[in-house]
């Protein structure tokens, strides 16, 4: 509303810019940057883009494959039309200067991971008209090459000052998923971790016991070759297994790292909750630092202790507790092949198999959101966030007029709102029962071979400084103007024109290739999984050994239960718990990330996009419209009249745009298109159907009564205002809080007044509660005080007679519509306040300028209310000495002279200033033992006619 | 055509003045539904300045604040419908707690002390009560219905008397010299209570005035030395309290003569319960008397009927309240409130109602002066009661209203619903205050 042309006039040029105080002038931030779009054409630079409307693109630098994209939002081929996705992502991940480093640091005899934060750059392309502000992340895999699989997630957009202006929002916007899939993706990375730490541990143990049988078999064979090669392979494990262990306690201590970003916020109770989950896993860990707990040693010990392990010990009662979870993902170890995998053999995780899952479908619902917030041009969008920014200023009488400020809107605007991929409630419940994690027996104490220290923190943290990268924070709060500037030097090489983050390759350490270590790992897909051959075997061996067998195999089913490791767990918890949210949605994706098969991974750059997104994108279609429809986006590019946009502005939304005042070619169609999409939205009973269409009322209580609905009332309200002459009393009936009652014998036309004429109720609450749409009995007081506009039938039965004699009974407080007769009876109305938007010889002749208009009349309204009602000197007395009829005048001369009303203007006023108290005073509980008033006033009404 | 009648009272044939929707002197101009009856809201009862509780048929008696509209109290006990609600002061030193005694359908008399926790379940003995006084002096209590009882402060019963009236007593009220009259069909019973020296209550039959023609249906104090009673004949009689004879004697009668329609229309003779007295309220100076659907005001001094209006509702008048000299205040089973002002008849206006009233005066009973005078018409100094304003809310009849002054008033119905009416500048003026007071608590917006 606050868009609505006649405030957007409001700002000078003249006054933009300079620096004396005006007090009457807008502040800065609410003002429109006319100078940048003043200088030239604003939609010359689109013209040749290849793609019609902005779109978020996520790619990958593949080991494998090298720049491939990987998925877009809006996932649709059309959305990128004939652009090339694949250049592209070799564009922007060219520009990615975080050579992902790899192998041991000096001194260290682990691999680490490298702690790398994001960097944002953007890169214009003009050949191609596509400019993108860039985001790159690293997520964490095992298989990868140094543990790190680069992405970035780019925002391209054919305006290249839109993204220079929106830059700090994008930032923030796309730190907050690459944070949100970051932690999913350390989730992941821990199961992933624990995973390969059990099936090491259980290859260790087989090792092992081959090892005494062979051992016992005789000194003869201890020499043998084989034996060498598994006194080897045995070693191999061991050190593999410190390693992943090493690996698991840096990726735990990521939390505690210094953030240099000042954008990565992440939720503070899931860093906790992080932080002390992964603490309880690091102890598990170093509790069984005995890898060898499958030796003839520990189970010797087993057999003497478990029986009072069962009796008693917190680990016991712990795994009952938890047994319902463990239970559910049981994994069972299985033995590792020492024959290290390919580096081109195997098949890289998917994005969506990095990410934990609903940390995977948070990101992607924050990207589609952000892509979604970015909509509309640089223009539509200042409007918007003024608009916001306004209102949200005015959150005391926002109540009134203004459709509800979503929740969404609360992180805007600079800060941001730490986001929380989980819901909390199910966390709080993990956070109380943490399911312990058992990987087996637990014999500390007695194990012989501690594992060396994890390298001292010092060293560990000054080595994270150093391959941080440092982030020069003087670019990132670089004003927007500057950015412009820079780039545009620049923007004729098309090169990366500007980036936020030092590029400091220089500072990747090159450490030992991986591939060694990797090759010494056994192979994750050996099928050597323990069986009970196997253990039969070893039964044979040594009777002695009989209840050691059970017991490893209750080990293996037990252990395999309570493995899944606690911070993983709880995911899946939810993972459960979001499945009915999900299911549709993963289904898309699961259709999109098709498990690429080694031998045709050259073959994957088109794959993805040519085999599966068209289906895929036919859902998302939908949900896109759904969700568009709901948010009410304006998508009104210059090439919104190609006919491939169709798919992403919602028919009508056109009628809608703020440009809808200036001559664009959509005004073409004119009145005939703002007519239909009024009335033949079949959600809506503006439509024509008679009577039938009771069930579908946006008003009255079923849902919450969206913009684009009273959009389209504006245009049935606009009908009215110029058919009745006596429309001005109508709506001052409404406004001054007089209950409207429209009486008809034709439903759909009640109804579709009643909704036309619910624009003008003030507070009429979320859900339209102070509406009625359609009654069909008589009304008692108590529904004069609940609703402010009632839609009647008018029946010729005893029924309606009872009817009609509540009408006359309570004639007093209510103001009757007929829209049979087209006769209104209600107090007679005489001011000028209303004369601007009741005018039935008005020259508006669309709903959408028509609602615009009377929006702006009504917040004009809702400010003098604020005035009025928080100026203390027109209620109470100033000094003790006045009593309250100085009072009363001093707020009649208010009321006249400095606002300019008349009598019955200011019982406009009056009223909006009543609900504005009763809001304020309201407490926040909402307390129901108090009925609400309901305030009237003694008047004669008279009855006019058409 | 509009098949809908417009108006406040466009739909009636009645010839009740109908003073439309403009009402300037009406200061009643918000209104708070408060719900939680189940039945007839029979009985409003004021606590103290901001509290009121009210009664009903479903046997709950429920605790508002007036200031807020809150529902302070619910008491629940009675099983049935509830005959009578009185207050019950009673102070030891420093601390005075109110209580509140009913007495219901279900032959049991309740007392709530301090409005909170029902203490007493008194048994009154397979008798039923229809009406309740409270001597705070003596700190007894009386119920009367079937029979009469006495209570002390302990709400233990000090004695009680069989009477031999049919209907019971249908109303008590408290005379100088620890006297009581009750009100029993068609006579009244004046009790003495003495109070022994070993502080024993006991009730004796002093007199019994058989005065009333018909039955009794309203006995109120005027002042300390003069007591009324109105009967269902219309008769209204002034009694004195110390000696208990007749002061004077009114005899409310509508004359049809001059209306020939309606009297083709009626019955020759008025119907009972157009002349019957169903409520007297008096402040000392005036009685104001509602006899049928119309309203009297008798002064005192004079001993005349100072003002009038036969038809002042659509139907009977059920409770009344003499709000100032000038100011009266009446409401009816045909559901609205309706306010009046005493106002000296304009030399032009003629008598809104074709009614008259004959009239006789009686210095004693037994001394009857001739046939009686019809003064109405030349009375000169008679004035006229205006309508000043209405409250229409109630779906049903309006049985009962408690002024709390400028905190507002209370209407019961049967509806079931209780309206709490204010002054809507007073309140948007509290609202203010209350508003202020948050803005300067919250330190700003």
Known sequence: MIGSPDVVAFTKEDEFGQNNPDPWSIPEEFSIPLHPLADSNPWAKTSYAKFTKDFILISEFSEQVGPQPLLTIPDDPKVCGTFDLNYFSLRIMSVDYQASFVGHPPGSGYPRLSFVEDSRVVLGDSKEGAFAYIHHLTLYDLEARGFVRPFCMAYVSADERKIMLQFQELSLRFSQASECLKAGNRRAFAKELQRKLQDLEYTHSVLQREEGLQREAGPQCMYSAHAVEKANELANVEKSIYEHRDLLRQISCYHCRPRRDPHAVTCQKCMTQCLSECEALLDKYAKLANPFSYTDKGRKREDVQSPTDDGGGGKGAEEDEDEGIKRRSSYTPQLIKARSAKCFDKRLKTLQELCDEPFYEATMELLKETERSFRGDLCYLHTRRMDKALRRRQRITNFLFEEDLGDEDEDEGGMLRPFCAVNHDLDNYTILNPPPIVLGPEPVELDPLEPPDPLDPASETSHTQESELVLEEGNLDSSPSDQTLETQESSEETKGSFSSDKSGTGLAEKQQSLASVRSELPDPDSDLTPDADHNTDLERESSSEDMDITAGEDEGDNGGDQTPVSLLEVVSELEASMEDNCERRSGIESDLLVPIDTACCMAQEGFLYEASAPEAASHLDQSSHHQSSQTLVVNQEPQSLLPLQNDYAVGSLCSESPAAGLELPVGLLGDAVSRTTAEDGSDYTMSASTGSDRAASPLGYGGVVTLRQRKRAGHVALRFVRQYPFAIQALWCLLSGRTLVVLGADEGRVRRLVAALALFVPGPGKCGERVQAWLSCPFTLTDLKRWKLIGLQRVASPVGSSMLYSLSRYSRYISILDADQKTLRCPPYRGQLLANIADHRTYIRRGSTYFLHVQSTLCRLAAKAFLFTFTHHLHLPVSSTEGPEVVEGRRRCFLQEQLGLGEEDSQILLYLSQLVTQQYLQPPAGNSAVAPCFSFNYTTSVLYKI | ?445
């Not at chain 2, 929707?21 to 189940?38: I, R, S």
């Not at chain 2, 529902?71 to 209580?99: D, K, V, W």
């Not at chain 2, 009686?362 to 109405?376: A, D, E, I």
């Not at chain 2, 002054?405 to 209407?411: F, I, P, Q, R, Y």
């Open chain 2, 1 to 445: 055509k509009t098949d809908w009648a417009l108006g406040g009272c466009g739909g009636h044939k009645s010839p009740v003045l109908c003073i439309g929707e403009e009402q300037p002197k009406n200061c009643f101009t918000e209104l708070q539904v408060l719900k939680g009856h189940f039945d007839i809201v029979r009985f409003l009862v004021q606590i103290d300045d901001f509290r009121c509780a009210s009664a009903g048929d479903d046997g709950l008696v429920l605790v508002w604040n007036v200031e807020t509209g809150e529902r302070l109290q619910e008491l629940r006990g009675h099983s049935q419908q509830i005959t009578a609600i009185t207050t019950f002061t009673c102070s030891n030193g420093l601390m005075s707690h109110t209580s509140l005694i009913t007495a219901s359908s279900d032959r049991i008399c309740m007392v709530f002390i301090s409005c909170a926790h029902r203490v007493a379940c008194l048994s009154l003995s397979l008798s039923l009560s229809q009406c309740l006084l409270v001597l705070e002096r003596l700190c007894v209590w009386f119920s009367g219905g079937e029979e009469l009882c006495v209570w002390d402060r302990d709400f233990q019963l000090q004695c009680h008397r069989q009477n031999h009236s049919d209907t019971g007593i249908t109303a008590l009220i408290e005379l100088p010299k620890n006297c009581i009259a009750a009100a029993m069909d068609k006579e009244i019973m004046i009790y003495r209570l003495t109070v022994s020296t070993d502080s024993t209550l006991s009730v004796a039959e002093m007199r019994c005035l058989s005065d009333h023609q018909d039955q009794i249906r309203a006995l109120i104090n005027v002042n300390d030395g003069l007591f009324a009673s109105g009967s269902h004949a219309g008769e209204l009689i002034i009694w004195d309290a110390i000696d208990w004879n007749i002061l004077a004697y009114e005899h409310i009668l509508w004359e049809e003569s001059q209306t020939c329609a309606q009297a083709e229309i009626r019955l020759a003779a008025p119907k009972p319960s157009e002349m019957s007295i169903q409520h007297l309220t008096t402040n000392g100076k005036l009685i104001l008397a509602a006899v049928g659907s119309g309203l009297y005001v008798y002064s005192i001094l004079t001993k005349t009927v100072v003002a009038y209006r036969k038809v002042a509702h659509d139907s009977n008048v059920l409770h009344t309240m003499l709000l100032s000299d000038s100011e009266l205040m009446s409401c009816s089973e045909d559901g609205s409130v309706r306010m009046w002002e005493i106002q000296e008849l304009p030399l032009t206006a003629e008598p809104a109602s074709p009614g008259f009233f004959g009239m006789w005066t009686f210095g004693r009973p037994n001394k009857q002066t001739g046939p009686p005078t019809k003064k109405v018409v030349d009375v000169p100094n008679i004035r006229t009661l205006e309508l000043t304003g209405d409250l229409i809310g109630h779906s049903g009849a309006v049985q009962m209203f408690a002024s709390f002054k400028e905190n507002g008033l209370v209407t019961c119905s049967t509806d079931h619903l209780l309206i709490l009416w204010k002054n809507g500048a007073r309140q948007s003026c509290l609202r203010s205050l209350a508003l202020f007071q948050k803005l300067e608590e919250n330190g700003g917006l």
